[in-house]
């Protein structure tokens, strides 16, 4: 039996389908589409025509909030209110279909062989990319919450009256945590350039990234602190090249919480599974939901 597994980002759709053991077989990229999710749909039908092996169920992860039992999507990245994505993509494909969101599907991928959190039963996982997104693991399994919408980790306040979100608060952890704030306190350098450039000690980039590092250590512990997991696991655009990063946020955490920094470096790693985490993740949870 073979399983697509598809990550729908703003930008790209990364397709793969995944053979019994979740090896990869097959890969193809394309295009997103953002706004009309029928030709979403229609574009990932294409991708399956294409493919040499043919699936028999589908997983995708999407930027967004996926609630359940109604299937309602919302995504600000993909410009979708209240889209009932998982019913098209059923119609348009005739397969059965596992939606999910894709801060979820990344942290499937970690629990995996050669995975960040491999045999872990309670994870926290942040992806620090445009936005923070998250996801967690109690107990060995997702945490959904009573309509599947839990752990967006990115919109607990970690600054009374800070800079106004996307998503309409004002002081939200993802203002002052994603790759994009790296970028505004690096004074306009890329996120992943203002990483390379202060590990080879570029003095205004180490600035840069320790009031970052700062900013995260914040919400790090307070993650800690709320669930006291095994593993806090930092993935996204920022985690490649993120080893300075943690350094940094290490060196915080006293001055954040009365909490022991070894207790955080035990804990906090960086993701493994980088660019293929949210196909083969969203695999997985097709796996484990469909079959
Ligand atoms: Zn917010």
């Given amino acids: 039996m073979y399983t ?9 759709i990364k397709f793969g389908i995944f053979d019994d053991t979740l090896a990869c077989v097959h890969t193809a990229l394309a295009k997103s589409v953002r706004g009309d999710s029928a030709a979403l749909a229609r574009q990932i039908k294409y991708l ?3 493919s040499p092996v043919k699936p028999d169920i589908i997983g995708a992860g999407v930027p967004g909030a996926v609630y359940r039992p109604s299937g309602k999507v919302n995504s600000g990245n993909l410009r979708w209110a209240g889209v009932f994505f998982g019913r098209t993509l059923r119609e348009v494909t005739g397969l059965k279909v596992w939606l999910d969101n894709d801060a979820q599907c990344a942290l499937m991928a970690e629990t995996l062989e050669g995975g960040a959190c491999c045999g872990l039963e309670s994870v926290v996982y942040l992806t620090l990319g445009t936005g923070v997104g998250g996801a967690l693991l109690i107990n060995g399994r997702p945490y959904r919450g009573h309509d599947n919408a839990a752990a967006e980790l990115g919109h607990f306040i970690t600054h009374a009256d800070g800079l106004r ?4 608060l004002s002081g939200c952890f993802e203002m002052y945590a994603s790759a994009g704030a790296l970028s505004r306190m690096a004074g306009g350098v890329r996120a992943r350039q203002a990483l390379d450039r202060a590990a080879q000690g570029d003095p205004a980039m180490l600035l840069a990234v320790d009031r970052y590092a700062r900013e995260l250590a914040i919400g790090v512990c307070s993650l800690y602190m709320m669930f006291r997991p095994q593993a806090i696991v930092l ?8 080893e300075i990063l943690v350094e940094h ?3 915080h955490v006293p001055s954040c919480y009365n909490l022991d920094a070894e ?4 804990a906090l790693r960086l993701a493994t599974a980088r660019n293929d985490a ?3 993740g969203a695999a997985v949870l097709a796996k484990m939901n469909l079959t």
């Avoid at 697509?4 to 703003?10: K, V």
């Avoid at 993935?235 to 993120?242: E, F, L, N, R, Y």
């Avoid at 207790?263 to 035990?266: G, K, M, N, Q």
Wanted: proline residues 0%; aromatic residues 0%; contains cysteine.
């Fill in 4 to 12: 697509a597994g598809i990550d729908i980002g703003g930008t790209n």
């Fill in 48 to 50: 399956i025509d294409q």
């Fill in 165 to 168: 979100c996307g998503c309409g």
């Fill in 235 to 242: 993935g996204g655009g920022v985690s490649a090249g993120g």
């Fill in 249 to 251: 946020v290490l060196k």
């Fill in 263 to 266: 207790v955080i470096r035990r």
């Fill in 278 to 280: 949210g196909m083969r």
